[in-house]
């Protein structure tokens, strides 16, 4: 009688908690690798078959690790079986992230390229 309360309480316990199948990390673990193999590809064709601009390859470059990091934060980090609110926290993150990607950036380019030289040596 025992037995069966112990595991009737580890089913209630786990059952409202969804797990990600080990195929699926396999999956991700696969789309990893291709996108890595990108990566490397996207960089050697820049620097030996194509002349192309340095805002197309960092495009190309952060498309690519946009990609790697979504699969990551969604499965290996468990935000796509988690709550609701932790994924609302997730996002936000992101937001946040992109928020000081753009005040930086308007800084950088505000300052004038080449920078212009000054009074100091």
Do not use: C
Not at 3 to 28: K, L, N
Not at 33 to 54: C, D, F, R, S, Y
Not at 88 to 94: E, I, Q
């Amino acid at each position: 009688m025992a037995e069966q309360h112990v595991h009737h309480t580890a089913h209630h316990h786990s059952a409202g908690h969804a797990h990600i199948s080990r195929g699926t990390y396999y999956r991700v673990f696969a789309a990893l690798m291709v996108l890595m193999v990108l990566t490397v590809a996207a960089w050697w064709v820049e620097k030996n078959l194509i002349e192309m601009p340095g805002w197309l390859a960092v495009t190309i470059a952060m498309t690519i690790a946009i990609a790697k990091t979504v699969l990551i934060v969604l499965y290996f980090m468990h935000v796509k079986v988690s709550s609701r609110i932790t994924q609302v926290y997730a996002a936000g993150a992101f937001v946040w992230l992109i928020i000081l990607f753009v005040i930086t950036m308007g800084d950088y380019f505000a300052r004038g390229w080449p920078p212009q030289a000054g009074p100091l040596p």
